[in-house]
């Protein structure tokens, strides 16, 4: 069964750059699948930042575009996310999910636990 | 962006009743490849959210049988047979047809 685990700081200063990464185990990260991140603010909704293909092909959240890069070490059997410009609004909980099948438009079937980001000086 | 929109925001049920939650999108959710990517999560409290049913009425892996979707195009809905006290926690529509990816408000299920 695929397992998916986030790490990273879990304060980051306002105006600084979120990083995150997100550990595979149980499948390979070049599987036919693609590598979602999620975030969801206290107390909130959930909210997709975007995708990595194994490929490197990205699709991001519009909103956030600007702001995110993310990248795959298929050595490590990971993927990472990226946020510049952070600011308070960008406090949540932060989840990587695998989206099923080549076509990025899957569900998404395995998540990681989460990993709480708070933005603060 | 797709608008997933869900009814009721809150559902009170007796435990061993059943539980209905609709959702709908601002367009139709079926893909050109002929798949219609409608999806439902559940999220206990504390917990990240899983997978329930993929593609409008498909149970995911240990999903037991009393969850079940139904729906077409714009319009869907989950189900839950006979309500158990582990089903609490807020269950969401998610659309993955059109990028960006977008979730309903969630509905909030809580035993009477």
């Known amino acids: 069964q695929v397992q998916l685990q986030e790490s990273g700081p879990g304060l980051v200063k306002p105006s600084g750059t979120l990083s995150l990464t997100c550990a595979v185990s149980?499948?390979?990260?070049?599987?036919?699948?693609?590598w979602n991140w999620v975030r969801q603010p206290p107390g909130k909704g959930l909210e997709w930042i975007g995708q990595?293909?194994?490929?490197?092909?990205?699709n991001y959240n519009p909103s956030l575009k600007s702001r995110v890069t993310m990248s795959v070490d298929k050595s490590k059997n990971q993927f990472s996310l990226n946020l510049s410009s952070v600011t308070a609004a960008d406090t949540a909980v932060y989840y990587c999910?695998?989206?099923?099948?080549?076509?990025?438009?899957?569900?998404?079937?395995?998540w990681g636990q989460g990993t709480l980001v708070t933005v603060s000086s | 962006d797709i608008v997933m929109t869900q009814t009721p925001l809150s559902s009170p049920v007796t435990l061993g009743q059943p539980a209905s939650i609709s959702c709908r999108s601002s367009?139709?959710?079926?893909?050109?490849?002929?798949?219609?990517?409608l999806s439902w999560l559940q999220q206990r409290p504390g917990q990240p959210p899983r997978l329930l049913i993929y593609?409008?009425?498909n149970r995911f892996s240990g999903v037991p049988d009393r969850f079940s979707g139904s729906g077409a195009g714009t319009d869907f809905t989950l189900k839950i047979s006979r309500v158990e006290a582990e089903d609490v926690g807020v269950y969401y529509c998610?659309?993955?047809?059109?990028?960006?990816?977008?979730f309903g408000q969630g509905t909030k299920l809580e035993i009477k």
């Open positions: 999910a695998r989206a099923f099948g080549g076509s990025g438009h899957g569900d998404l079937d395995y």
């Open positions: 149980g499948g390979s990260i070049s599987s036919n699948n693609w």
């Open positions: 990595i293909y194994h490929s490197g092909s990205t």
């Open positions: 367009q139709s959710l079926v893909h050109s490849d002929g798949n219609t990517y």
């Open positions: 593609k409008i009425s």
């Open positions: 998610t659309q993955g047809t059109q990028f960006p990816h977008t």
